[in-house]
């Protein structure tokens, strides 16, 4: 259960396609304009759930381990990561803890007691509600290629840049929303999350994050 949870720590990642060569560096006024487009649409985000699918690659892995399940936020920051496929593993962060169902093997972590948890656990929900680009934590970097905009975030932390190289958020341009999450590690493994069928808005009971 410790490596399930270091594990889904290090990729949020707790979300975009591979990114491709024409790739391009965002001018100052495209990341002005981004970050504002991201801004609107986020404050108009109360509820939130997607599906999605999580490729861990290895190196020595010839098929990247693929898991799947359904995502689920509630503001200010309620948040919910259902994995169904292959194996049932429920994680919620909630009023400052991590709480885990692991196939019905129930645990709690308090994010305070974790710089690391609680960094990853701003940017994730960050990622969803908006407020994410202030973040003195790291440094940022926006690109875009015809149908996304990719920011990247680099941490200046010498203790997470140990586990973290690089976290990718590929965000769609039609609805500003993100649509993908890359982690690259300190090697050359890295953990893609892909979401898609999302619903906005629906009604969702705070019984839901119940672990």
Request: charged residues 30%.
């Given at each position: 259960?410790?490596?399930?949870?270091?594990?889904?720590?290090?990729?949020?990642?707790?979300?975009?396609?591979?990114?491709?060569?024409?790739?391009?560096?965002?001018?100052?006024?495209?990341?002005?304009?981004?970050?504002?487009s991201v801004n609107v649409v986020s404050?108009?985000?109360?509820?939130?759930?997607?599906?999605?699918?999580?490729?861990?690659?290895?190196?020595?892995?010839?098929?990247?381990?693929?898991?799947?399940?359904?995502?689920?936020?509630?503001?200010?920051?309620?948040?919910?990561?259902?994995?169904?496929?292959?194996?049932?593993?429920?994680?919620?962060?909630?009023?400052?803890?991590?709480?885990?169902?692991?196939?019905?093997?129930?645990?709690?972590?308090?994010?305070?007691?974790?710089?690391?948890?609680?960094?990853?656990?701003?940017?994730?929900?960050?990622?969803?509600?908006?407020?994410?680009?202030?973040?003195?934590?790291?440094?940022?970097?926006?690109?875009?290629?015809?149908?996304?905009?990719?920011?990247?975030?680099?941490?200046?932390?010498?203790?997470?840049?140990?586990?973290?190289?690089?976290?990718?958020?590929?965000?769609?341009?039609e609805d500003a929303t993100v649509v993908?999450?890359?982690?690259?590690?300190?090697?050359?493994?890295?953990?893609?999350?892909?979401?898609?069928?999302?619903?906005?808005?629906?009604?969702?009971?705070?019984?839901?994050?119940?672990?």
């Amino acid at each position: 259960m410790k490596t399930k949870i270091y594990l889904f720590v290090i990729i949020l990642n707790l979300f975009v396609l591979n990114t491709f060569a024409q790739e391009q560096k965002m001018s100052d006024s495209e990341i002005t304009a981004f970050k504002q487009s991201v801004n609107v649409v986020s404050k108009k985000i109360k509820t939130l759930s997607t599906d999605f699918v999580q490729y861990k690659h290895l190196d020595f892995l010839s098929k990247d381990i693929e898991t799947s399940g359904k995502m689920i936020f509630k503001e200010p920051s309620l948040l919910q990561w259902q994995y169904k496929k292959p194996y049932n593993y429920t994680i919620v962060f909630k009023n400052g803890k991590i709480l885990i169902n692991d196939e019905g093997k129930k645990s709690a972590v308090d994010i305070g007691n974790s710089k690391i948890f609680s960094r990853i656990n701003k940017l994730i929900v960050g990622s969803v509600s908006g407020d994410m680009f202030d973040d003195k934590e790291f440094s940022i970097s926006y690109f875009k290629s015809k149908n996304q905009n990719i920011a990247k975030f680099i941490p200046k932390d010498a203790t997470l840049k140990k586990y973290i190289k690089q976290i990718e958020l590929t965000f769609d341009k039609e609805d500003a929303t993100v649509v993908q999450v890359k982690l690259l590690e300190s090697s050359e493994d890295y953990t893609r999350i892909v979401l898609k069928n999302k619903v906005i808005n629906a009604k969702i009971d705070d019984s839901v994050f119940t672990n």
